[in-house]
């Protein structure tokens, strides 16, 4: 069944407490998957490559999850790629192409802030690419995606998701702080005049991309805590998945302390 916004549930959260505990248990956790893929813990077998890929509303927290997710890990051992609008060179090209050198190998990691999919959002809904130009693009994502996912590429792609109330309030509170004001712009508060046709986008892009080799999450993330819990722990599971698809066993995990 396809994934649609409704499917978060906004009111989920997590006590500071719980969070920080449940929060360092996923890391860990995600810690000695990611040893294992990357042939470091285990047989020593190179475990298929893990691509992430980050979308959501603006402010939804897409950095802050970002940042919990490669905390515990090696800078070695991860990519994190961060994708604005394409260049005037980029846009000479398909527009799958500029993402291709940020993607992993056997045995490597990638997480992707903004991806591939600005095609049927941003660039639908602001007019950057024609009707037939982000039509196309579903199709071609699909194949995209199908021809990584049968290399054995491990794709977990991740929508957060907050409500417009919650958007704007935390647009104002960047607003207020000096340290994080440089996150806001006129444009943010532009789009978010469009947020209707932004969820219409949105739900066609789930309609026409949430396939079983690359499914669609969507991240309740009302609660910052709740969200980036949820994120390493989608991240975790979709990995042990990958492994056994592969005839892997995931490594044993103990949480320190237990």
Known sequence: MTVTLADADLSLALGHEEGERKLAEAQQRLLALRLQLGGLLGDGRLG?????????WDASGKGGAIRRLVAPLDPRHVRVREFAAPS?????HHFLLRFTSSLPGWGGMAVLDRSWYGRVLVERVEGFATEAEWTRGYDDVVAFEHMLAGDGMIIVKLW??????EQEKRFKAREKDPLK???LTDEDWRNRKKRPEYEAAVEQMFARTDRPEA???VIPAESKRYARVAVVETVCDA???????H????????????
Not at 48 to 56: A, M
Not at 88 to 92: A, C, L, M, Y
Not at 160 to 165: F, G, V
Request: hydrophobic letters at 40%.
């Open 247 to 258: 005839a892997i066993d995931p490594v044993a995990f103990v949480a320190e302390g237990k």
């Open 239 to 245: 990995i042990e998945t990958g492994l056994r698809a």
């Open 215 to 217: 499914p669609w999450t």
């Open 181 to 183: 004001q440089w996150k």
């Open 160 to 165: 957060l998701h907050i409500s417009d109330k």
């Open 48 to 56: 298929p490559p893990l691509c992430i890929l980050f979308e959501g």
């Open 88 to 92: 005037d060179v980029e846009k000479r």
